[in-house]
């Protein structure tokens, strides 16, 4: 009896709990998450022998069926006929009390409150320190369209982790040292013979070759700035140079664990579970790049000392990547279950022929070259849509790169990162479907629609909260409270096409919403205003607030 009465009191504590936690936190609330941990303590109350029971809470497609479902009855009902145990779904659904889930008006309405007043506040997690490379061109080489998806994809990942409030380091693995070096600088012995036996001088760090070699990086270093100006890409640089010294020390440690092979002189490793060695030090004593990715991922974790590693590298790297996370894992640098390693890779860029992206000669397709051609098509889309009329040199110069860059970085990110895609700037500068065009277009028609109302921020939040009575409002409502739901599964999965799919699905929201329902309703003789719902009004700033913040975390700049 008296364990009965404390259990009970426990329980007032855990919702009181919950509920001071709601109301002192300013973050917009994961409701998917909240309905897993209340689904869960349900199922491990009825099935307590259910070990891992699958989990599955999903929003509900038909209105009718509430607006989310706990769809994990049948799943264990599986499970439970493994273990001899009769019982049917429809059991289990009423053990579990609800399998579809209606949101009350007043939460989703206080929910929406709290966003307005606080703006759109992210669910801090754990502060974690995050290493993130990506870009990583060669020194010596311009940058050119296979440099193009690292570079937007590592910066929105990057964006994403910064967000949540994670300390992010982003590092550009330039690849300034090594073959390209050796036939520059033989270039260079053949042109001026007074350069003779640079490369070996450079290995032993002749102060005079360093300092010509440094020359030779500065140009470069120029050149890929203009590219992450344009792109507003912030990284540090870090190349392959950088871990020359360390690169020994891996060497040594391989050896003094009895990790090491010779092979025909070559020093390798076999690491577990992985078919393909890596060659720490070649025959005549060079590194290669195994030794300079060893050497950086070791750096990374023991002196960065990062909880996470994010390597943005093409999916043709993915043999490599796993046999150098493998090797760090066999050495004792790291523990999987403690330290989160992981290769974002990407699919290549292709022609609207199919193939690999080239020009018309079948080179190379030089980044700059490419987003000049972005600015120029930019600017031609935005004087056939008469905009050169109506805005002003600095407005309209503002939109086109805006346009420009959006649209090439949203191109790319709506895409599922692991498949190939297709570039085309007919189809990412089209202001119709799941483009950046389209999406900056409706978000400029959102932010226009309280300055034709002539209501001030400031106005619109002292106003009445959402009274959520049409269909449509309550639609857009729950879509607009789903964004915390869209971030967790991008930090877990790293796949970014979700976000733009959700920020597409908001935006063709908003308009079934805003054809529905007046918001600004004007006398249709002398076109003055004749009723403004605030309310509404609250539900257009809402949808504008959570739109800016998605466009942030893909890096790209809307205009007002």
């Known amino acids: 009896e008296e364990n009965a009465k404390l259990k009970y009191r426990l329980n007032i504590l855990r919702k009181s709990l919950l509920e001071e936690k709601k109301k002192s936190s300013k ?89 307005l007043v606080n703006g759109v506040q992210p669910i801090v997690e754990e502060r974690k320190k995050v290493v993130v490379d990506f870009s990583s061109p060669n020194i010596a080489k311009e940058m050119h369209v296979g440099h193009l998806r690292s570079t937007i994809i590592g910066d929105s990942i990057c964006r994403l982790f910064e967000f949540v409030g994670h300390d992010v380091l982003r590092l550009n693995h330039l690849g300034d040292w090594g073959t390209q070096f050796g036939m520059l600088i033989a270039h260079l012995q053949d042109k001026f013979p007074d350069y003779y036996q640079c490369v070996v001088q450079l290995q032993n760090k002749n102060p005079d070759i360093i300092t010509a070699w440094n020359l030779i990086c500065e140009v470069s270093r120029k050149e890929f700035q203009k590219i992450y100006d344009c792109l507003d890409i912030s990284i540090i640089d870090r190349g392959e140079s950088f871990y020359q010294d360390r690169m020994v020390q891996v060497v040594k440690e391989f050896e003094s664990k009895g990790l090491v092979e010779v092979d025909e002189g070559r020093k390798i490793v076999f690491a577990p579970g992985c078919t393909v060695p890596l060659t720490i030090q070649k025959s005549d004593g060079g590194f290669t790049y195994d030794t300079s990715d060893l050497a950086a991922l070791k750096q990374r974790l023991q002196e960065e000392k990062a909880d996470m590693i994010i390597y943005v590298i093409d999916s043709g790297q993915s043999i490599h ?177 979700t976000l733009c799919d959700y920020l597409y699905e908001l935006a063709t929201i908003f308009t079934e919403f805003y054809d529905n329902c007046y918001c600004v309703e004007k006398d249709r003789q002398t076109g003055q205003i004749v009723k403004v719902n605030m309310s509404r009004l609250l539900l257009c700033d809402a949808t504008a607030a959570v739109m800016a913040k998605g466009f942030d975390i893909l890096g790209i700049k809307p205009v007002q």
């Open 27 to 115: 973050s917009m609330i994961n409701i998917n998450s909240q309905l897993q941990e209340i689904f869960g303590t349900a199922i491990r109350a009825a099935y307590p022998e259910l070990q891992n029971a699958p989990l599955a809470v999903t929003p509900s497609q038909q209105p009718k069926f509430g607006d989310y479902q706990c769809n994990s009855a049948m799943a264990m009902t599986q499970m439970l006929k493994t273990m001899d145990k009769k019982v049917s779904p429809r059991g289990i659904a009423l053990v579990q009390a609800f399998i579809n889930v209606h949101l009350h008006k007043d939460f989703i309405s206080k929910q929406l409150s709290k966003l």
């Open 321 to 497: 990547m796993q046999t150098i996370f493998a090797a760090g894992h066999m050495i004792g640098w790291y523990d999987p279950k403690v330290t989160r390693i992981e290769h974002a890779g990407f699919g290549v860029v292709l022609g609207e022929d199919k193939k690999k992206f080239k020009t018309r000669s079948g080179d190379t397709v030089r980044l700059i070259d490419l987003l000049e051609e972005g600015l120029k098509r930019s600017m031609e889309k935005l004087n056939e849509k008469g905009r050169d009329k109506v805005l002003t040199p600095e407005e309209l110069t503002a939109a086109q790169t805006s346009v420009a860059f959006g649209c090439i970085k949203y191109a790319d990110l709506s895409h599922n990162r692991m498949n190939d895609y297709i570039f085309s700037f007919d189809k990412m500068l089209d202001d119709r479907g799941n483009t950046a065009a389209y999406l900056l277009y409706a978000y400029t028609r959102i932010r226009s629609i309280a300055r034709l109302a002539n209501i001030s921020d400031e106005e619109l939040h002292k106003a009445a909260k959402e009274i959520l009575d049409h269909e449509k409002e309550w639609k857009l409502a729950r879509c607009i409270l789903r964004f915390p739901e869209i971030l967790q599964k991008n930090l877990e999965d790293l796949l970014l096409h």
